[in-house]
């Protein structure tokens, strides 16, 4: 049988297994068990200083202090930490947020939640490139704003957005600018500091490290804390109580570390790689690419194959682990909000194709994916071209 | 986005079906129903010879079910008397390759265009087309 050929970093990333032995070695007895809460022994010390070290390397990586974060079980926590927390703790400062309409399931579903709590949110919509206009951030600003939430890149297109523009136009109106960062952390600079950012919400599993853990940076000289959504146990100042994982935090730290030093060689690696796929397919008849061409994360390829039915499309791709702008698998029902917020119709969301590299991709495997989806655009539309005859 | 494209819900029956090549479709009747809005488009089309059809092909814009049950039914009206565009049987369709109920709009579809392809038959008969006997 032939094997699958992943292409699906922005959904998960295999471990690296160097964060895999760190985080091995935390679990050892003799190493690092112990509860980091309970400073008063050496195994909790040693638990406690692993860490502090993983904070130290998180931090380094935002440009922020090791202080001023939060762990978490992932960006989906975090960000429901932040725009809820953020916004329940800043009730008094007004009860507007304003956030964009392509944000992550896990900032506009905190959004929903906050509207049935009397909160008004504004949805900011893109640009038929994926683009949020600082302007229309700054348009949707009332005195009753509170809470400013955009994402740094999309989950589907790898659009980014201008987050240092919205993050001065934010402090300028002393409002608070929350940001999620878990497609862009390891692809894209972030300094928390010059990009003015209150809030960000970053992970380890989309950049080769472990899921269930990840961070919130809460910037001290802004906002000190936020309402909990967790209670019992008065851990990380009662922000997110609950005792550490140790190992979980000792794996992304490790995950920042190689980012960190790795960054400057691997993204422009990768966008090689999606560049080279991009110029194999992009010939192929009634290829659209979704979202900006310019201002996109490396790793991802995001395209619409016109005229083509997307779950036979799908079922032509199986031997690719990719992901589909389709509903046929959701609950919802609904499709890509993100594509069709960027104008596109029923047909080419249900043919969209997200591609998305990482540090295990092959120049090989591209070809192969190439190969691949070029026989099964091909073939469909043949298939499907009814002003043919024989 | 949908992680993980995969083939979990088709039978390698389908597999074998959805796979064939597009098939040469021949020129003297022609049936076409549905649309990409619908999700579904199809079109039949066969060479009519001693009142028999040849070179019975389709374009289908549609799901695997569809396509595996357009290729099905060519193969099933290659040869056939004209009058078996009338008779083609759904509910065999349905379970040959376990065509979900929510499908079911789509295989109508698949049936107007052979109804459709039938009736370009009845009025290329009734003009003063007509079909020659061919050898």
New interface residues.
């Given amino acids: 049988m032939t094997e699958v050929i992943y292409m699906d970093y922005a959904a998960t990333t295999p471990l690296d297994p160097r964060v895999r032995d760190r985080m091995l070695a935390c679990m050892d007895h003799t190493v690092a068990f112990g509860n980091p809460s309970s400073t008063t022994h050496s195994f909790g010390k040693r638990a406690a200083d692993e860490v502090a070290r993983s904070a130290e390397e998180v931090a380094s990586l935002i440009n922020c202090d090791p202080a001023e974060l939060v762990w978490t079980s992932g960006a989906t926590e975090s960000d429901n930490l932040a725009v809820i927390g953020a916004a329940q703790f800043r009730a008094m400062r007004g009860r507007h947020i304003v956030t964009t309409a392509i944000e992550h399931k896990a900032v506009l579903e905190s959004c929903e939640w906050l509207a049935t709590q009397g909160f008004t949110v504004t949805y900011v919509r893109p640009n038929e490139l994926g683009q949020i206009d600082p302007d229309a951030i700054k348009a949707a600003l009332t005195a009753e704003t509170s809470l400013v939430s955009v994402m740094h890149a999309n989950n589907e297109t790898g659009v980014i957005q201008d987050v240092a523009a919205i993050g001065a136009l934010c402090r300028d109106q002393d409002v608070l600018f929350h940001v999620d960062a878990a497609q862009s952390v390891g692809k894209l600079p972030i300094n928390v500091r010059e990009m003015q950012i209150d809030l960000l919400s970053v992970n380890a599993h989309k950049a080769c490290g472990p899921k269930g853990v990840g961070a919130l940076y809460l910037n001290a000289e802004r906002i000190r804390r936020v309402t909990p959504l967790l209670f019992g146990g008065g851990q990380q100042r009662g922000i997110r109580p609950g005792t550490l994982p140790v190992h979980q935090i000792s794996g992304m730290g490790e995950t920042m570390r190689i980012l960190g030093e790795e960054m400057a060689a691997e993204v422009p690696r990768i966008r090689d790689l999606r560049d080279r796929l991009w110029a194999g397919i992009a010939g192929l008849p009634g290829l659209m690419l979704n979202g900006d061409p310019v201002n996109r994360l490396c790793s991802v390829l995001n395209v619409s194959v016109a005229h083509v039915e997307g779950e036979s499309l799908r079922y032509g791709l199986a031997g690719l682990a990719i992901s589909s702008g389709s509903a046929c698998n959701t609950a919802t029902g609904e499709g890509s909000y993100v594509l069709r917020s960027l104008g596109r119709n029923d047909q080419l969301v249900e043919s969209s194709v997200r591609f998305s590299l990482g540090r295990f991709s092959t120049a090989a495997e591209v070809d192969q994916v190439v190969e691949i989806f070029g026989d099964a655009v091909a073939r469909l539309q043949r298939l499907s071209r009814l002003d043919e005859h024989s | 986005?949908?992680?993980?494209?995969?083939?979990q819900r088709?039978s390698a029956h389908l597999e074998a079906y959805?796979s064939r090549?597009?098939l040469?479709?021949?020129?003297d009747i022609?049936g076409?129903a549905g649309s990409?809005?619908q999700?579904?488009?199809i079109?039949f089309?066969a060479d009519v010879r001693d009142n028999c059809m040849h070179?019975v092909?389709f374009?289908?814009?549609?799901?695997?079910h569809i396509?595996a049950g357009c290729h099905r039914v060519a193969e099933q009206l290659e040869g056939a008397r004209i009058e078996a565009l009338a008779q083609v049987p759904l509910e065999n369709l349905k379970a040959e390759f376990d065509i979900p109920i929510e499908k079911a709009g789509k295989l109508l579809i698949l049936k107007d265009a052979i109804d459709a392809c039938y009736a370009d038959y009845q009025v290329r008969l009734a003009s003063s087309r007509g079909f020659p006997t061919r050898q």
């Fill in positions: 986005m949908d992680s993980n494209i995969a083939s088709y959805f090549p597009a040469n479709m021949g020129q022609r076409e990409e809005r999700g579904a488009r079109c089309a070179n092909g374009r289908a814009f549609a799901c695997p396509i």
